[in-house]
């Protein structure tokens, strides 16, 4: 296949059926169209394959504003999907040659999609994210320690030593009491929620805040039992956590299928 000519075909996420929404556009502001079969709808949009080609894209992905450009226009297309009816998102950069790839795709995952979808119908997902507490009082030192102090029985030295290992148990026993608040947190909300998944904690570059993350959650909830979900976040906003609810989103975390790509997507 030349890298150099022709246009591939760029997946957003699959449906069980119906149209995008009138006038929809995606990547490179093309327009979004449909593939169907066996009574599953895929929703695509055309792309050069000298941009989205599978050497154009290695280098491509390099360029973070790039990068930043299609994942906004991905999540817009999967978004005004999602708000239509069940979806399942696929992939950022999943690209195929053709729409007859995208076609066997639908016939061989089939029973895939059609669980996925049948999963996610009538939900929203719901993220959380906990930090630590920035203005958490550091724990009293410890009896003998301060007994000491108050003696005078430190030399300079000593004291500051002292002081610095103070310091450090006291942000040690923060960090626990915030992570096992996390944890119940995490399996109270699963009792709530129809799923539940436990991502990674974000860089402070990506949260966009300086406190520690000590939990990254994401919960496919029911909207009958969303007040209970709500209810339960007010009963852990604490002296040890600061928590964040967002959304609801489309179900990215409740929808992952191989597609048999590496990372973030590729050419099929």
């Keep these: 296949m030349s890298e150099n000519l022709g246009r591939g075909v760029y997946l957003y996420a699959v449906t069980s059926g119906g149209e995008p929404p009138r006038d929809l556009r995606g990547v490179m502001d093309g327009p979004v169209r449909t593939v169907s079969c066996g009574g599953l709808v895929a929703h695509v949009s055309d792309v050069p394959l000298d941009r989205f080609g599978e050497e154009p894209l290695r280098r491509s992905l390099e360029d973070l504003d790039w990068v930043e450009g299609v994942a906004r226009a991905h999540h817009r297309v999967v978004e005004a999907l999602a708000a239509a009816g069940p979806t399942a998102p696929v992939r950022l950069v999943t690209v195929y040659t053709g729409e007859e790839q995208v076609r066997d795709l639908l016939d061989r995952r089939h029973d895939d999609f059609a669980e996925i979808l049948s999963h996610v119908a009538g939900r929203r997902e719901w993220g959380v994210k906990a930090y630590l507490r920035r203005d958490t009082p550091p724990p009293s030192p410890a009896p003998a320690a301060a007994a000491a102090a108050a003696a005078g029985g430190d030399s300079p030295g000593m004291a500051y030593l002292r002081r610095k290992k103070e310091s450090l148990r006291g942000r040690e026993d923060l960090w626990r009491a915030a992570a096992e608040r996390a944890e119940l947190l995490h399996a109270e909300l699963g009792q709530v929620a ?65 597609l048999g790509a590496g990372r973030a997507g590729g050419v099929r």
């Design 194 to 258: 129809v799923a539940s998944r436990r991502h990674r904690p974000q860089d402070p570059q990506l949260s966009g805040r300086s406190e520690s993350m000590v939990l990254n959650g994401a919960y496919l909830v029911d909207p009958a039992r969303e007040e209970e979900f709500a209810a339960v976040l007010g009963g852990f906003r604490d002296r040890f956590l600061d928590v964040e609810l967002t959304g609801p989103w489309a179900p990215y975390s409740f929808t992952s299928i191989d």
